[in-house]
Protein backbone atom coordinates (compact mmCIF):
# COMPACT_ATOMS: atom_id res chain seq x y z
CA UNK A 1 0.00 0.00 0.00
CA UNK A 2 1.55 3.19 -0.96
CA UNK A 3 0.43 6.49 1.16
CA UNK A 4 -0.12 9.81 -1.09
CA UNK A 5 -0.89 12.28 1.11
CA UNK A 6 -2.67 13.21 4.36
CA UNK A 7 -5.75 14.90 5.65
CA UNK A 8 -9.36 14.63 6.31
CA UNK A 9 -11.40 12.07 4.31
CA UNK A 10 -9.35 8.72 4.05
CA UNK A 11 -10.15 6.65 0.69
CA UNK A 12 -8.63 3.34 -0.41
CA UNK A 13 -8.32 3.31 -4.07
CA UNK A 14 -8.46 -0.48 -4.94
CA UNK A 15 -6.10 -0.90 -8.57
CA UNK A 16 -8.02 -4.63 -9.99
CA UNK A 17 -6.34 -3.75 -14.33
CA UNK A 18 -7.98 -2.12 -16.73
CA UNK A 19 -7.61 0.23 -19.68
CA UNK A 20 -6.93 2.83 -17.64
CA UNK A 21 -3.61 1.49 -16.45
CA UNK A 22 -2.81 -0.16 -19.25
CA UNK A 23 0.79 0.53 -21.27
CA UNK A 24 1.10 -1.03 -25.27
CA UNK A 25 3.69 -3.35 -25.47
CA UNK A 26 6.38 -2.18 -28.08
CA UNK A 27 6.32 -5.37 -29.27
CA UNK A 28 3.04 -6.68 -29.94
CA UNK A 29 1.39 -3.42 -30.06
CA UNK A 30 -1.39 -4.96 -27.33
CA UNK A 31 -2.61 -3.26 -24.34
CA UNK A 32 -1.53 -4.85 -21.20
CA UNK A 33 -1.72 -3.91 -17.35
CA UNK A 34 0.24 -1.74 -15.17
CA UNK A 35 1.24 -1.46 -12.07
CA UNK A 36 -0.72 0.98 -10.25
CA UNK A 37 2.46 2.50 -8.71
CA UNK A 38 2.91 3.86 -11.97
CA UNK A 39 -0.52 5.36 -12.48
CA UNK A 40 0.59 8.06 -9.59
CA UNK A 41 3.17 8.96 -11.72
CA UNK A 42 0.97 9.86 -14.08
CA UNK A 43 -1.52 11.38 -12.01
CA UNK A 44 0.34 13.84 -9.81
CA UNK A 45 -3.00 15.76 -9.36
CA UNK A 46 -4.05 12.95 -6.19
CA UNK A 47 -1.40 14.70 -4.17
CA UNK A 48 -3.39 17.68 -4.54
CA UNK A 49 -6.59 16.57 -3.79
CA UNK A 50 -6.06 16.88 -0.04
CA UNK A 51 -7.23 13.27 1.44
CA UNK A 52 -5.51 10.38 3.20
CA UNK A 53 -5.36 8.33 0.01
CA UNK A 54 -4.11 4.55 -0.15
CA UNK A 55 -3.74 2.30 -2.71
CA UNK A 56 -3.75 -1.54 -3.11
CA UNK A 57 -3.00 -3.32 -6.44
CA UNK A 58 -4.60 -6.64 -7.03
CA UNK A 59 -1.70 -9.03 -8.32
CA UNK A 60 -1.51 -9.42 -11.10
CA UNK A 61 -3.40 -6.69 -12.35
CA UNK A 62 -5.69 -8.26 -15.07
CA UNK A 63 -8.11 -6.86 -18.62
CA UNK A 64 -11.73 -7.26 -17.02
CA UNK A 65 -12.60 -9.95 -19.05
CA UNK A 66 -10.96 -12.57 -16.98
CA UNK A 67 -13.04 -11.27 -14.66
CA UNK A 68 -14.22 -13.93 -11.89
CA UNK A 69 -16.60 -14.52 -8.97
CA UNK A 70 -13.00 -15.09 -6.87
CA UNK A 71 -11.62 -11.43 -7.62
CA UNK A 72 -15.60 -10.04 -6.36
CA UNK A 73 -14.84 -12.12 -3.32
CA UNK A 74 -11.36 -10.50 -2.74
CA UNK A 75 -12.77 -6.95 -3.55
CA UNK A 76 -15.42 -8.01 -0.91
CA UNK A 77 -12.87 -9.25 1.62
CA UNK A 78 -11.02 -6.37 1.15
CA UNK A 79 -13.11 -3.48 1.81
CA UNK A 80 -14.29 -5.46 4.70
CA UNK A 81 -11.24 -5.52 6.04
CA UNK A 82 -10.34 -2.00 5.27
CA UNK A 83 -13.84 -1.01 6.08
CA UNK A 84 -13.06 0.92 9.87
CA UNK A 85 -10.61 2.52 8.23
CA UNK A 86 -11.60 4.26 5.00
CA UNK A 87 -14.68 6.94 4.98
CA UNK A 88 -14.87 5.83 0.96
CA UNK A 89 -13.47 3.17 -1.88
CA UNK A 90 -12.71 3.69 -5.34
CA UNK A 91 -12.50 0.39 -7.49
CA UNK A 92 -9.98 0.95 -10.41
CA UNK A 93 -11.61 -1.58 -13.12
CA UNK A 94 -12.03 -2.56 -16.60
CA UNK A 95 -15.10 -1.52 -18.30
CA UNK A 96 -16.15 -4.28 -20.22
CA UNK A 97 -17.52 -6.33 -16.83
CA UNK A 98 -17.03 -3.41 -14.66
CA UNK A 99 -21.23 -3.32 -14.07
CA UNK A 100 -21.04 -7.21 -13.75
CA UNK A 101 -18.72 -6.35 -10.76
CA UNK A 102 -20.54 -3.53 -9.83
CA UNK A 103 -24.01 -5.71 -9.42
CA UNK A 104 -21.97 -8.60 -7.32
CA UNK A 105 -20.90 -6.24 -5.17
CA UNK A 106 -24.04 -4.73 -4.74
CA UNK A 107 -25.44 -8.00 -3.24
CA UNK A 108 -22.50 -9.07 -1.36
CA UNK A 109 -21.87 -6.15 0.78
CA UNK A 110 -25.06 -5.90 3.04
CA UNK A 111 -25.32 -2.84 5.11
CA UNK A 112 -23.09 -0.86 2.75
CA UNK A 113 -22.67 2.73 4.43
CA UNK A 114 -19.77 3.88 2.25
CA UNK A 115 -19.24 5.00 -0.67
CA UNK A 116 -18.02 2.30 -3.01
CA UNK A 117 -17.57 3.99 -6.43
CA UNK A 118 -15.76 1.96 -9.43
CA UNK A 119 -14.53 3.53 -12.17
CA UNK A 120 -12.05 3.09 -15.25
CA UNK A 121 -10.99 4.62 -18.69
CA UNK A 122 -11.27 4.05 -22.29
CA UNK A 123 -7.82 5.50 -22.89
CA UNK A 124 -4.74 4.02 -20.68
CA UNK A 125 -4.14 7.01 -18.46
CA UNK A 126 -0.63 7.55 -20.16
CA UNK A 127 -2.48 8.68 -23.53
CA UNK A 128 -2.40 12.31 -23.73
CA UNK A 129 -6.29 13.01 -24.33
CA UNK A 130 -6.80 10.19 -21.53
CA UNK A 131 -10.65 10.44 -19.84
CA UNK A 132 -8.84 8.45 -16.77
CA UNK A 133 -7.34 11.39 -15.46
CA UNK A 134 -11.42 13.28 -14.39
CA UNK A 135 -12.80 9.47 -13.93
CA UNK A 136 -10.39 9.27 -11.08
CA UNK A 137 -10.23 12.33 -9.57
CA UNK A 138 -14.05 12.73 -9.37
CA UNK A 139 -14.82 9.15 -8.43
CA UNK A 140 -12.59 10.02 -5.47
CA UNK A 141 -14.00 13.31 -4.95
CA UNK A 142 -17.78 11.51 -4.77
CA UNK A 143 -16.20 8.57 -2.67
CA UNK A 144 -14.84 11.25 -0.04
CA UNK A 145 -18.23 13.35 -0.42
CA UNK A 146 -20.17 13.78 3.15
CA UNK A 147 -23.04 15.65 4.48
CA UNK A 148 -23.76 16.16 8.23
CA UNK A 149 -20.92 13.38 8.65
CA UNK A 150 -22.33 10.81 6.60
CA UNK A 151 -21.46 9.63 3.22
CA UNK A 152 -23.42 11.10 0.52
CA UNK A 153 -23.90 7.97 -1.65
CA UNK A 154 -23.45 4.88 0.49
CA UNK A 155 -23.79 2.53 -2.74
CA UNK A 156 -22.03 0.57 -5.08
CA UNK A 157 -21.78 2.96 -7.95
CA UNK A 158 -20.04 3.78 -11.01
CA UNK A 159 -18.87 7.00 -12.13
CA UNK A 160 -17.66 7.01 -15.88
CA UNK A 161 -18.05 10.21 -18.09
CA UNK A 162 -19.34 13.21 -15.71
CA UNK A 163 -22.10 10.85 -14.51
CA UNK A 164 -22.96 8.46 -11.48
CA UNK A 165 -24.83 5.89 -11.46
CA UNK A 166 -26.06 2.54 -9.43
CA UNK A 167 -23.85 0.18 -10.54
CA UNK A 168 -26.23 -2.87 -10.75
CA UNK A 169 -28.07 -0.78 -12.94
CA UNK A 170 -25.73 -0.14 -15.73
CA UNK A 171 -24.59 -1.48 -18.77
CA UNK A 172 -21.31 -0.66 -20.95
CA UNK A 173 -23.08 0.37 -23.75
CA UNK A 174 -20.29 2.00 -25.35
CA UNK A 175 -16.71 0.81 -26.92
CA UNK A 176 -15.62 4.13 -28.36
CA UNK A 177 -16.89 6.61 -27.41
CA UNK A 178 -16.04 8.43 -23.47
CA UNK A 179 -19.41 7.94 -22.16
CA UNK A 180 -19.20 3.85 -21.93
CA UNK A 181 -21.92 3.20 -19.42
CA UNK A 182 -25.50 3.89 -19.49
CA UNK A 183 -28.39 3.01 -17.07
CA UNK A 184 -31.85 2.59 -18.88
CA UNK A 185 -34.43 2.09 -15.74
CA UNK A 186 -32.74 4.60 -13.28
CA UNK A 187 -31.63 8.14 -13.14
CA UNK A 188 -28.11 9.13 -12.69
CA UNK A 189 -27.28 9.28 -8.91
CA UNK A 190 -25.40 12.55 -9.56
CA UNK A 191 -23.39 14.56 -12.76
CA UNK A 192 -20.15 15.81 -12.44
CA UNK A 193 -20.37 19.24 -14.07
CA UNK A 194 -18.49 22.53 -13.20
CA UNK A 195 -20.28 21.04 -9.80
CA UNK A 196 -21.14 17.24 -8.97
CA UNK A 197 -25.15 17.75 -8.48
CA UNK A 198 -26.01 14.97 -6.27
CA UNK A 199 -29.60 13.72 -7.34
CA UNK A 200 -30.27 12.97 -3.38
CA UNK A 201 -34.00 11.34 -3.64
CA UNK A 202 -32.84 8.83 -6.14
CA UNK A 203 -29.82 7.78 -3.48
CA UNK A 204 -30.52 4.75 -1.52
CA UNK A 205 -30.35 5.33 2.23
CA UNK A 206 -32.26 2.74 3.28
CA UNK A 207 -29.87 0.08 3.43
CA UNK A 208 -27.33 2.20 5.46
CA UNK A 209 -27.49 0.53 8.77
CA UNK A 210 -25.89 -2.20 11.18
CA UNK A 211 -22.51 -3.36 10.60
CA UNK A 212 -20.99 -4.04 6.90
CA UNK A 213 -21.48 -7.96 6.42
CA UNK A 214 -19.80 -9.71 3.60
CA UNK A 215 -22.02 -12.78 1.59
CA UNK A 216 -19.69 -14.21 -0.66
CA UNK A 217 -21.51 -17.56 -0.90
CA UNK A 218 -21.76 -17.90 -5.12
CA UNK A 219 -22.77 -20.57 -7.04
CA UNK A 220 -21.75 -20.73 -10.91
CA UNK A 221 -24.22 -23.19 -12.02
CA UNK A 222 -25.67 -20.58 -14.29
CA UNK A 223 -25.93 -19.80 -17.70
CA UNK A 224 -27.74 -16.93 -20.17
CA UNK A 225 -29.66 -18.64 -22.91
CA UNK A 226 -30.71 -16.14 -25.81
CA UNK A 227 -33.41 -16.73 -27.62
CA UNK A 228 -33.50 -15.62 -31.38
CA UNK A 229 -35.54 -16.71 -34.60
CA UNK A 230 -34.17 -20.18 -35.42
CA UNK A 231 -32.87 -21.36 -32.07
CA UNK A 232 -31.83 -25.00 -32.83
CA UNK A 233 -34.25 -27.73 -30.68
CA UNK A 234 -31.47 -30.31 -30.13
CA UNK A 235 -28.63 -27.32 -28.52
CA UNK A 236 -31.97 -25.37 -26.60
CA UNK A 237 -32.95 -29.19 -25.01
CA UNK A 238 -29.08 -30.36 -24.40
CA UNK A 239 -28.56 -26.96 -22.50
CA UNK A 240 -31.45 -27.13 -20.20
CA UNK A 241 -30.79 -30.70 -19.10
CA UNK A 242 -27.38 -30.11 -18.24
CA UNK A 243 -26.50 -31.77 -15.23
CA UNK A 244 -25.63 -29.68 -12.54
CA UNK A 245 -27.13 -26.21 -14.04
CA UNK A 246 -29.03 -24.63 -11.54
CA UNK A 247 -30.40 -21.24 -13.11
CA UNK A 248 -31.22 -19.92 -16.26
CA UNK A 249 -31.21 -16.08 -17.15
CA UNK A 250 -34.11 -16.47 -20.48
CA UNK A 251 -32.99 -13.51 -22.72
CA UNK A 252 -36.52 -12.84 -24.45
CA UNK A 253 -37.94 -10.71 -26.75
CA UNK A 254 -39.20 -7.46 -26.08
CA UNK A 255 -41.77 -7.64 -23.13
CA UNK A 256 -41.25 -10.97 -22.41
CA UNK A 257 -41.67 -13.05 -25.00
CA UNK A 258 -40.36 -16.12 -26.41
CA UNK A 259 -41.53 -18.91 -29.23
CA UNK A 260 -44.46 -20.78 -28.61
CA UNK A 261 -43.05 -24.10 -29.82
CA UNK A 262 -44.48 -26.72 -27.65
CA UNK A 263 -40.70 -28.24 -27.42
CA UNK A 264 -39.56 -24.78 -25.87
CA UNK A 265 -42.49 -25.04 -23.00
CA UNK A 266 -41.97 -28.45 -22.36
CA UNK A 267 -38.05 -28.17 -22.27
CA UNK A 268 -38.51 -25.14 -19.67
CA UNK A 269 -41.08 -27.33 -17.45
CA UNK A 270 -38.61 -30.17 -17.39
CA UNK A 271 -36.08 -28.04 -16.68
CA UNK A 272 -38.00 -26.50 -13.92
CA UNK A 273 -39.60 -29.98 -12.27
CA UNK A 274 -35.50 -30.91 -12.12
CA UNK A 275 -34.95 -27.55 -9.43
CA UNK A 276 -33.40 -25.16 -12.18
CA UNK A 277 -34.80 -21.77 -12.10
CA UNK A 278 -35.66 -19.66 -14.75
CA UNK A 279 -35.80 -15.65 -14.66
CA UNK A 280 -36.71 -13.74 -17.80
CA UNK A 281 -35.04 -10.93 -18.87
CA UNK A 282 -35.54 -8.51 -22.17
CA UNK A 283 -33.54 -8.09 -24.88
CA UNK A 284 -34.53 -4.71 -24.65
CA UNK A 285 -32.37 -2.12 -23.16
CA UNK A 286 -35.81 0.03 -22.33
CA UNK A 287 -39.15 -0.92 -22.08
CA UNK A 288 -39.42 -3.87 -19.09
CA UNK A 289 -40.49 -7.30 -18.92
CA UNK A 290 -44.65 -8.04 -18.53
CA UNK A 291 -45.44 -11.59 -18.46
CA UNK A 292 -48.88 -12.27 -19.69
CA UNK A 293 -49.21 -9.76 -21.81
CA UNK A 294 -48.76 -11.95 -24.87
CA UNK A 295 -50.00 -14.84 -25.54
CA UNK A 296 -46.29 -15.61 -26.06
CA UNK A 297 -45.01 -15.48 -22.32
CA UNK A 298 -48.28 -17.05 -20.71
CA UNK A 299 -46.75 -20.35 -20.62
CA UNK A 300 -43.19 -19.01 -19.24
CA UNK A 301 -45.63 -17.60 -15.95
CA UNK A 302 -47.76 -21.00 -15.79
CA UNK A 303 -44.14 -22.91 -15.64
CA UNK A 304 -42.85 -20.71 -12.62
CA UNK A 305 -40.13 -18.27 -14.85
CA UNK A 306 -39.38 -15.22 -12.32
CA UNK A 307 -40.42 -12.18 -14.68
CA UNK A 308 -36.56 -10.01 -14.43
CA UNK A 309 -39.29 -6.62 -15.26
CA UNK A 310 -36.63 -4.39 -15.72
CA UNK A 311 -33.48 -5.57 -14.24
CA UNK A 312 -30.37 -5.84 -16.55
CA UNK A 313 -28.52 -8.86 -17.74
CA UNK A 314 -25.62 -8.30 -15.73
CA UNK A 315 -27.94 -7.48 -12.63
CA UNK A 316 -29.92 -10.52 -13.17
CA UNK A 317 -27.22 -13.35 -13.38
CA UNK A 318 -25.05 -12.15 -10.77
CA UNK A 319 -28.33 -12.09 -8.86
CA UNK A 320 -28.50 -15.71 -9.41
CA UNK A 321 -25.15 -16.91 -8.56
CA UNK A 322 -25.66 -14.82 -5.26
CA UNK A 323 -28.97 -16.67 -4.35
CA UNK A 324 -27.81 -19.81 -5.26
CA UNK A 325 -24.63 -19.58 -3.09
CA UNK A 326 -26.96 -18.68 -0.05
CA UNK A 327 -28.69 -22.35 -0.03
CA UNK A 328 -31.96 -21.19 0.33
CA UNK A 329 -35.23 -23.27 -0.73
CA UNK A 330 -36.04 -23.22 -4.44
CA UNK A 331 -39.25 -20.87 -3.35
CA UNK A 332 -37.45 -18.23 -1.48
CA UNK A 333 -34.88 -18.16 -4.35
CA UNK A 334 -37.58 -16.76 -6.61
CA UNK A 335 -39.23 -14.80 -4.30
CA UNK A 336 -36.05 -12.99 -3.38
CA UNK A 337 -34.83 -12.71 -7.32
CA UNK A 338 -38.76 -11.12 -8.37
CA UNK A 339 -38.19 -8.43 -5.46
CA UNK A 340 -35.55 -5.41 -5.07
CA UNK A 341 -32.49 -6.66 -2.87
CA UNK A 342 -30.22 -4.17 -3.30
CA UNK A 343 -32.10 -1.25 -6.08
CA UNK A 344 -31.49 -3.44 -8.80
CA UNK A 345 -35.02 -3.88 -9.86
CA UNK A 346 -38.39 -2.24 -9.92
CA UNK A 347 -40.23 -2.49 -6.51
N1 LIG B 1 -10.60 -4.77 -22.00
C1 LIG B 1 -10.56 -3.69 -21.05
C2 LIG B 1 -11.02 -4.21 -19.72
O1 LIG B 1 -12.18 -4.38 -19.50
C3 LIG B 1 -11.43 -2.56 -21.52
C4 LIG B 1 -11.44 -1.36 -20.60
O2 LIG B 1 -10.93 -1.30 -19.53
O3 LIG B 1 -12.05 -0.36 -21.02
O4 LIG B 1 -10.21 -4.48 -18.85
Given at each position: MNNLSSNQQSILIIYTGGTIGMRE?????TLSPMKFGLIQEEIPELYKLGFYIHSVTFNPPIDSANMTPEIWIKLATTIKTNYSHYDGFVILHGTDTMAYTASALSYMLENLDKPVIMTGS???????????KENIITAIQIAAAQKNGKAIVPEVCIYFSSQLFRGNRTTKEDSQQFSAFTSHHYPQLAIAGVDIKFNYDKINYARSKGILNINTSIDDNVIILKIFPGINRRYFEAILAL????GVILESYGSGNMPTYPWIFEAIREATLAGVIFMNVSQCPGGQVKMGYYETSRELQEAGVVSGKDITVEAAVTKMMFLLGQQLPLAEIKAYLAQNMSGEIED
Open positions: DPKTKQLPIGILRTDGPGLK
